[in-house]
């Protein structure tokens, strides 16, 4: 157990609607990111947040939105869904930021969100 | 960004055979770590190695950084080791990991 809890472990839904995915980070770590892993295109940074604020942004579409609200937990939204966000979403957390410096940390991830969206 | 080649994309061993995985990198890494995903899906950190030489069990990896490549090993294979690795380096001003495509391994019993 990596003891990042992401919830739901799967959801179901239409395409146009609204999801919300909910991480909650292991004890003490202060960095949390979100990565989507598809088949085509295998596991793709989203975003990252650290201690509450946007620390570096990867391929995460205009449709979504993430933030990491004080008691360090978060929450990836997604909208308008298409066919093709259907994917394995994971939230990873970390000690440090990782944005610099000569000390990063390594990354530990949840057991992931699947997304199917018909 | 940083290119990240893994090989080979497939293995396919007997139970108790050893292994090496390759990871080869396009640009100078600051940071390096291999994750292993098992058949439930779970992504599990086995390494965080930006040079140098690491064990842990049945498992070693190795990562030459001005070579730009690392390597993992996996000694005695157990059905339990079967699943995809990933190698995650990440590189200049830039400190999120960059996932290769992954190798998947199956081990036979």
């Known amino acids: 157990d990596s003891g990042v809890t992401q919830t739901p472990k799967h959801l179901i839904t239409a395409t146009g609607q609204r999801v919300t995915l909910r991480c909650s980070p292991r004890s003490g770590d202060l960095s949390v990111y979100w990565y989507q892993q598809s088949l085509d295109q295998g596991l793709q940074f989203l975003i990252q947040y650290y201690n509450g604020e946007e620390r570096a942004k990867g391929n995460i579409l205009e449709r979504f939105s993430a933030q990491q609200f004080p008691d360090l937990h978060s929450e990836l939204n997604l909208s308008s869904l298409e066919l093709g966000d259907s994917a394995l979403y994971f939230c990873a957390s970390s000690a440090r930021d990782n944005t610099g410096g000569s000390y990063n940390s390594p990354l530990h991830f949840g057991n992931g969100t699947r997304l199917t969206v018909t | 960004g940083i290119q990240v080649e893994q090989s080979p994309p497939d293995l396919i061993l007997q139970e108790g055979a050893n292994s090496t995985l390759r990871c080869n990198f396009s640009?100078?890494?600051?940071?390096l770590q291999w994750f292993h995903q098992n058949p439930w899906g779970q992504l599990i950190n086995l390494f965080y190695?930006?040079?140098g030489t690491k064990q842990n069990g049945r498992l070693s990896a190795t990562t030459v950084a001005t070579e730009r490549y690392s390597l993992l090993y996996i000694s005695s294979s157990q059905t339990t080791d079967s699943g995809v690795y990933f190698c995650a380096p990440s590189a200049g001003g830039s400190y999120i990991p960059t996932f290769g495509r992954g190798t998947s391994l199956i081990v036979h019993p």
């Open positions: 640009d100078s890494v600051n940071n």
């Open positions: 190695i930006p040079s």
